[in-house]
């Protein structure tokens, strides 16, 4: 595809492409949102059974 066929295909996608709805984008919001809320729990679950499982290792009995 030459650089003429790319602009007439990117036309045609901006001509079907329309803005969000409210509902649409508070939504994509929402779940945005819980993920990072997820990913950011998942991480502090890891980082504390990390730091539980290592605290032992190096202390001499």
Sequence with gaps: ????????????????????ARGELWMSTKVSILAMFAV??????????MTLITSQWGVQS
């Design 40 to 49: 950011g729990l998942l991480s502090f679950v890891i980082q504390i059974l």
């Design 1 to 20: 595809m030459g650089i003429g066929g790319f602009i007439k295909e990117s036309r045609r996608i901006l001509k079907l492409a329309t803005k969000p």
